[in-house]
């Protein structure tokens, strides 16, 4: 259809265009191998490149982001506005947008990392064997590291500065809505680490912002040596199902607490609440709250309570919603029962990332691990309890990466453990476990140094 040359009524202003980005939109798997094969080529320098070197372009890499400021502000602007535009809602949006206090957090980032122990060359251990053969297992890089991951620009530089700092050449896929920040980010990323001496394609951005490119990112096995999705729990699973490259799987935190016969009841409440109102958004946050049944009665009203007052919704399994149902009809706490509501079976297995919490009684201890075991993703689960005899049963019946004795879930944090940095929170086995930092981005290698041995034939 051609537009009409004739106008009856004035029209209304079109919306300010949002300017385009080359390397938006589709992508070959071509251009996508090409970086990896870059990268490839610029993870076998950083293997070579002193502690120092890299630390200096970790220095240069904050000082161009302070520099260039008003260049990575005005890029976010335009990819804010193309959010809102699109009906993003404000809790997104906040994830995506930069200000000059996030900047320079960024920026801080960095320079923490610079002074956190080089992994790379760190003896894991060393032996002389009985043949006279020193045998010495060292840290070395894992190579190719990508990060598939939503919205959040900040997690182009945290991403890209842990890489760098242990070695490695980091390929990103930020997601379609934050391109424009992610593309002056990585170009002042680049050209800092090659005027520090890396090179330039020691970092880079996946072209490409259509699920294809990740597809081709996710089968780039031999290219990239590991994929670090971040993100919802569809967009892990989608890299975890798919994915030809291993993967270092971050954890959806379905995360518990429970509250055990000889608890300090105060410090239960105060462990439930900042577990779960912290930051609701976080995989750490607390999504089930466990209660023994002896204590029940006493603790439950308090619980909802406290929860209320920060505007938690409670999620209650009938035995919750009995106690609550009680103390509401007796008419002093005729508040108290809206912030309760019937769980479903659903509820139990969700991680809500928000205001909300399911809530169950439990007989016994056994029971609370048998549900956590039923429900749980094996990120976080604490217990508040004055036994040791129950903290011990507790830790070592739930299998999770964290176990949290009479502390707030809120803990589990590379920052918070001392790591310095974390790149994600792993709930998988192998290879690492919990807030991965700099350690869980190497892999190591034995060197063996002899006098001349060889084996015998027999």
Do not use: W
């Not at 993100?231 to 892990?236: S, V």
């Amino acid at each position: 259809m051609t537009a009409s040359t004739e106008t009856t009524a004035a029209a209304p202003a079109p919306a300010p265009a949002v300017p385009t980005v080359d390397g938006a939109g589709p992508a070959s798997r071509e251009a996508v191998l090409a970086t990896a094969e870059r990268a490839r080529v610029a993870a076998r320098a950083l293997a070579q490149v002193s502690g120092a070197v890299r630390n200096a372009a970790l220095l240069a890499m904050a000082a161009a982001l302070r520099a260039q400021q008003a260049d990575v502000l005005a890029a976010n602007a335009q990819d804010v506005a193309a959010a809102e535009a699109a009906g993003t809602g404000p809790a997104l949006v906040d994830r995506l947008r930069l200000t000059p206090s996030r900047i320079e957090a960024m920026a801080g980032g960095l320079q923490t990392l610079i002074g956190l122990p080089d992994p790379i060359g760190q003896v894991v251990r060393g032996s002389v064997l009985p043949n006279g053969l020193q045998l010495t297992q060292v840290r070395v890089p894992l190579g190719v590291v990508a990060m598939i991951y939503e919205a959040r620009p900040n997690v182009t530089v945290d991403a890209a500065g842990i890489a760098l700092k242990s070695g490695n050449a980091a390929l990103l896929r930020g997601s379609g809505s934050a391109f424009r920040s992610n593309r002056v980010l990585v170009d002042i990323l680049q050209a800092a680490a090659e005027s520090a001496g890396l090179p330039a394609d020691s970092v880079q951005l996946v072209p490409g912002t259509d699920r294809a490119s990740v597809t081709h990112l996710m089968t780039a096995r031999g290219l990239v040596d590991v994929i670090i999705p971040r993100g919802g729990a569809g967009l892990i699973q989608t890299v975890v199902n798919h994915s030809t490259v291993p993967v270092l799987e971050t954890g959806v935190g379905n995360c518990h607490v429970y509250v055990d016969e000889s608890a300090d009841l105060e410090m239960a409440l105060d462990i439930l609440v900042n577990s779960k109102a912290r930051r609701p958004s976080v995989c750490n946050a607390a999504e089930t709250l466990l209660v023994h049944r002896d204590i029940a009665a006493s603790f439950v009203p308090s619980a909802v309570r406290a929860l209320q007052a920060v505007g938690v919704t409670v999620h209650a399994d009938p035995a919750v919603l009995e106690i609550a149902g009680v103390i509401g009809a007796a008419g002093d706490d005729a508040s108290l029962v809206p912030a309760v509501v019937p769980a479903t079976a659903e509820d139990f297995d969700t991680e809500y990332l928000s205001l909300d919490i399911a809530a169950a009684v439990v007989d016994d201890l056994d029971a609370a691990v048998e549900h956590i075991t039923a429900h749980g993703t094996g990120h976080t689960e604490a217990i508040v309890t004055g036994s040791l005899a129950a903290a011990q049963r507790f830790t070592a019946g739930v299998d999770a990466a964290a176990v949290m004795v009479n502390a707030s879930t809120a803990f589990t944090d590379g920052g918070e453990f001392g790591f310095g940095a974390e790149i994600g929170i792993s709930t998988q086995k192998l290879h690492a476990r919990g807030p991965m930092g700099l350690p869980e981005l190497t892999s190591t290698k034995y060197v063996v140094t002899g006098t001349g041995q060889t084996r015998s034939a027999s």
